[in-house]
DNA sequence: CTTGACCCTCACGTAACGGTAGGCGGGAGC
DNA sequence: GCTCCCGCCTACCGTTACGTGAGGGTCAAG
């Protein structure tokens, strides 16, 4: 029912020290002390404190949070409302960087330069822009880089060759069949759009049938990406697209 | 192509100061000066930014980022791919918390107290834990909170007895319909599980046909939430996590 | 040639802790 | 009963990533 700091510490994922701050600017500090001293939260403390981590998981200043706890007129449940509209949000804007990224990685491959729009305009500043803040605890330090980088970036020079090869290879092979005449929805067209979508996910990133088809749009809505293809072979893009929109339809 | 710190600053979403701040440790020192001392920053500045803002808003302190990126081991691309890596991880994480949330919802309005365990596991320490960061940049302040107030916690006391009193009333007629016989995958049932789920959708938070069944997993699940059905009536936790399933696959 | 917006370099201030020092308390093993 | 070590306590200084002026040049427009 009571518990020390070390316990509540432990249990939340925060050091002592935090939960030392936290007493000392009023933010949480616990219902009682022991005779010696010692801090003793109780269940309602730690109620509390799961909604001082909710609430700095989503990057509100603790004075803040003490004013948003303390306001009388929000009840524990309108706290859950509110963390769990918030973290929708900033879900969304999670996934809209994911495809900005994913916009980024194409024109990189193609060579294509991005306006400085494009390159922030996923941190737009004018509207719903959460701000979120650390929950690091134990993988500080480069750990976060260290880890990403021994699944994503242990490709050497010469896979990052080959990859270029494969690349050229598939390309030749889908003007190949795209001279030969056959329709974009042919067991041949769709067949290279497959394959195309398999190199991105080896390559780069999980690439699902609805990114694939978003690409689609792309290569033939943004007259950049138009041209690159264009340049390769008249028509590619529109044929490209449709393949791949073919495919997804036929596979998925 | 080049560009003053107040350009890019407002470009990409940070303040003069930030960019005065990175080029006094080094992070990103503008490719040259005018001849009166302006900053000027030139397309690969805004490239190095771009990344920058990335590994920011992914939580990585300045130093490391700047480690990564003057590595040389990894081009661009790399930094992309670890990025989109990265977030994905967040996601999937902050969609860990949003599952969390919607517990803790039903535990609090069915009075179930949570362990300590599960007041936090969500923020556990051991594994793929990322830390975030700022993105603030203009609706710091309480304003976060206020517009989430305006949308979410626009209820009155009234309106939250009158929640109340909705449920009670969905009770009173979940347990008719039990008590009469109709199987839980009967049109009748069904309907109520669909007035269920759109009584939560009202009060807290949209609730798809997949988060539904989630709940009505848990309502089997775990003997708290079980225990608070049955002695509403016996079978009641089984037979609404059944009538929540039918209608889950007739209405989707 | 003035005015307002924008740039420069200090330089101190702040939030949210981290880390360590110096000292008390408590229960387990001798 | 004594020792040991671990966990708790209260300061107090250090750090990161900027915020916030102060004091003073600059540049394009009118």
Redo the contacts between chains.
């Keep these: 029912m009571a518990?020390t700091v070390g316990q509540?510490a432990k249990?939340?994922?925060v050091t002592v020290r935090t939960l030392h701050h936290y007493d000392e600017i009023g933010l949480l500090s616990p219902s009682g002390r022991s005779g010696t001293g010692y801090r003793r939260y109780d269940?309602a403390d730690?109620?509390r404190?799961?909604h001082i981590?909710?609430y700095r998981?989503?990057?509100?200043?603790l004075e803040?949070i003490a004013?948003?706890l303390d306001d009388p007129?929000?009840d524990?449940?309108?706290h859950?409302?509110?963390?769990?509209?918030?973290?929708?949000v900033?879900?969304r804007k999670?996934?809209e960087?994911?495809t900005a990224?994913?916009f980024?990685?194409e024109a990189?491959?193609l060579n294509i330069?991005?306006t400085?729009?494009e390159?922030?305009e996923v941190?737009?500043?004018?509207d719903?822009?959460?701000?979120?803040?650390?929950?690091?605890?134990?993988?500080?330090?480069?750990e976060?880089?260290r880890?990403?980088?021994r699944?994503?970036?242990r490709?050497t020079k010469g896979d990052w060759l080959r990859n270029k090869a494969e690349n050229e290879d598939w390309g030749r092979r889908f003007v190949e069949v795209m001279s030969s005449g056959a329709p974009a929805d042919s067991p041949a067209a769709m067949d290279l759009a497959e394959e195309h979508r398999q190199l991105i996910s080896r390559w780069?990133?999980?690439c699902s049938y609805e990114v694939h088809t978003g690409l689609a749009d792309m290569y033939v809505a943004d007259e950049r990406f138009t041209a690159y293809f264009e340049k390769i072979k008249p028509g590619m893009a529109a044929y490209l697209s449709e393949a791949i929109h073919s495919n997804a339809i036929t596979r998925a």
Excluded at 57 to 61: I, M, R, T, V
Excluded at 123 to 126: L, N, Q, S
Excluded at 128 to 142: F, K, L, S, Y
């Design positions: 518990h509540v249990a939340a994922g269940d730690l109620e404190l799961q981590r909710y998981e989503l990057g509100f200043p803040e004013a948003i007129a929000s524990p449940a309108a859950l409302r509110r963390q769990h509209e918030l973290l929708s900033r879900i999670l996934q960087m994911v990224i994913e980024a990685m990189s491959k330069p991005l400085p729009q390159r922030f941190f737009g500043d004018f719903p822009d959460v701000h979120a803040e650390e929950a690091e605890q134990r993988w500080g330090g480069t976060a880089y880890e990403s980088n699944r994503v970036s490709y780069f990133y999980e």
